[in-house]
Every structure is written in C-alpha cells, then in structure tokens.
Nanobody
Framework: QVQLVESGGGQVQAGGSLRLSCAAS????????TGWFRQAPGKEREFVAH????????YYGDSAKGRFTISRDNAKNTLYLQMNSLEPEDTAVYYC?????????????????????WGQGTQVTVSS
C-alpha cells in the first residue's frame, strides 16, 4: 500500500501563498487518484481538490476554485497543492489522500469515505 507524508505548511499572512507537498512511498502514485482535504478546529473535513490518476481531470471545492491548483510530479512520486491569495478562513490542517480510480467511476471525489490512504496532515495558519 502507499504511504503519504505532507509537508510545506506554516504560517503566512493573508494574501500570501504556500505550496503543500505530499510525498508518496511504497507504491507509485500513478496507480492512484488523489485529493486534498482540510479540517479546521470544530469542523468536518472539507474537500479541497482532486486529481485523477491520468492527470486529465481536476476538480475543486468552492473555496479553492480560482485560488488553489492541484498537480503531481510522477517522477518524484509527489502530489502538490499550490495555494494563492490565502485568507484567514483557509486556516486548517491539510491532508492528502489517495485511492484507486475505481472508487471514483461514479464521481464522489469530494467524499472522505472514498479515499483509502491518508497522510498525517500539515498545519496551515493564515493571519489577517
């Protein structure tokens, strides 16, 4: 199975940018469709972005559209989330996740339960 480790979180001022990384090991990331979620204190885990195994389709949650970009570097076995124009409301622990593409044949890329593998999370704090 694949293991996922996030990095790149930190503290940034509103309007700033961060790039999160998710390094995969154990199996090639090319086997999986991948996603990013986030969870703020006292709130449910929220869908941020999804990237299909083929790389041909990317989907974003409403809060991420126009500001965040999901991408992957298969040679480095790493998934990325570029976050621009950050707002205090983006403060959360960010998680990367993966699952075999068959889980998404009927959509559902925004559902936590459709992802089988998760990283430990990285904290992002945006100050006003």
């Amino acid at each position: 199975q694949v293991q996922l480790v996030e990095s790149g979180g930190g503290q940034v001022q509103a309007g700033g940018s961060l790039r999160l990384s998710c390094a995969a090991s154990g199996r090639p990331l090319t086997l999986y469709s991948t996603g990013w979620f986030r969870q703020a204190p006292g709130k449910e885990r929220e869908f941020v972005a999804h990237n299909s195994r083929s790389g041909g389709g990317s989907y974003y949650g409403d809060s991420a559209k126009g500001r965040f970009t999901i991408s992957r570097d298969n040679a480095k076995n790493t998934l990325y989330l570029q976050m621009n124009s950050l707002e205090p409301e983006d403060t959360a622990v960010y998680y990367c996740a993966a699952s075999f593409p068959s889980k998404f044949f009927s959509g559902g890329y925004d559902r936590v339960g459709n992802y089988d593998y998760w990283g430990q999370g990285t904290q992002v704090t945006v100050s006003s």
